[in-house]
């Protein structure tokens, strides 16, 4: 035991010191932010709300839509720094310095996990700031009925946390898929589609039944976390849709993990 966490402590230390020194590292955790809040506040400013209509919208939701967007390059930010090491050889090297594979892995989505954290959550700031200012200019403002965005609100802080934790959760998945995969293209694809492709084919399934299963046992069931409005009628509550997600990427770490133990560097 004693031997062990300082041996995970130095795969810590080591898998920041590699990330840290790749400067696309940086770049797309900028990116992370930027385009989640650029795609944010071009959706508020794309809908409106006339005076005298009744708009059924949920604006806490409607501020996080940037989420779907930044979560591509969560994704890709997670896949390279596993897929890279293989597709280097360096991989190699980082086994003979630290053989328990498993510390290996962990290091790795540790800190890539804090840093998508940390990125996320001044991403969904800027979006909810964001959409404080220009909401009432669209429309959505206490005349027409809806609050201002605040976290001081439950069920926008609710949004807000959750939001944080479902990008970190798609950093999990994709680590795990990357441990597995090994290439950053395939590792990246199988991701996006996990992401993109089940909510496309929701749409084509006219079968009530498995379009309710598809709803729920997807990952985009983790999104389920940004509503604010209509909870009854969602597939799945917002925490057990994010604990969809979870169990998606719990097992993705199980398998990438199990791969990156049995199969030769």
Known sequence: MTQALPASRDALRAEWLKLRTVSSSAWLLAAIIVLTIAISVAAVASNRCPAGMSCPVDTIKLSLTGIQFGQAVVAILAVLPVCNEYSTGMIRVTFAAMPRRSAVLAAKTIIIGGLVLAAGAAAILGSLLAAR????GQGFSAAHGFRAVSLADSSALRAAAGSVLYLGLVALLSSG???????????I???LGMLYLFPVVDAFVSNPTWHRR?????PQAGLNIQATTGLKGLAIGPWAGLGVLAIWAVLALLAGGLAMALRDA
């Not at 898929?177 to 590792?187: C, I, K, Q, S």
């Not at 598809?214 to 997807?218: G, I, K, N, Q, V």
């Open 133 to 136: 200012l220009m909401l009432p």
């Open 177 to 187: 898929l990357a441990a597995m995969l090994r290439d950053p293209a395939p590792a």
């Open 214 to 218: 598809l709803e729920r046992y997807s």
């Open 189 to 191: 694809g199988v991701v």
